[in-house]
Nanobody, 115 residues
Framework: QVQLVESGGGLVQPGGSLRLSCAASGSIFRANAMGWYRQAPGKQRELVAT???????NYADSVKGRFTISKDNVKNTVYLQMNSLKPEDTAVYLCYTAYAIVTYWGQGTQVTVSS
């Protein structure tokens, strides 16, 4: 069993930055992938960014060039650096980690981009 705890969300003005963290209770070294989804009111859950165990990354078109995903295998933590934030980035951001036969999810952290 792996527990994921997100942090770093909050209220930020358009154009601002936030860094989300997702700390895992267990080792992420053998995870196939980790990443972030987001869920905005009235919208479908959207995959934001993924990083594989080899370090390959993938991003939604809507965040390319603005968001960066990274991980620290020693700290068992994945990060999402979000720059140039827009109001449409407002959502609950959920962290996940995927192993061969199971995927774990965090509870989510709210990101609100508003002036």
């Amino acid at each position: 069993q792996v527990q994921l705890v997100e942090s770093g969300g909050g209220l930020v003005q358009p154009g601002g930055s936030l860094r989300l963290s997702c700390a895992a209770s267990g080792s992420i070294f053998r995870a196939n992938a980790m990443g972030w989804y987001r869920q905005a009111p009235g919208k479908q859950r959207e995959l934001v960014a993924t990083i594989t165990n080899s370090g390959s990354t993938n991003y939604a078109d809507s965040v390319k060039g603005r968001f960066t995903i990274s991980k620290d295998n020693v700290k068992n933590t994945v990060y999402l650096q979000m720059n140039s934030l827009k109001p449409e980035d407002t959502a609950v951001y959920l962290c996940y980690t995927a192993y061969a036969i199971v995927t774990y999810w965090g509870q989510g952290t709210q990101v609100t981009v508003s002036s």
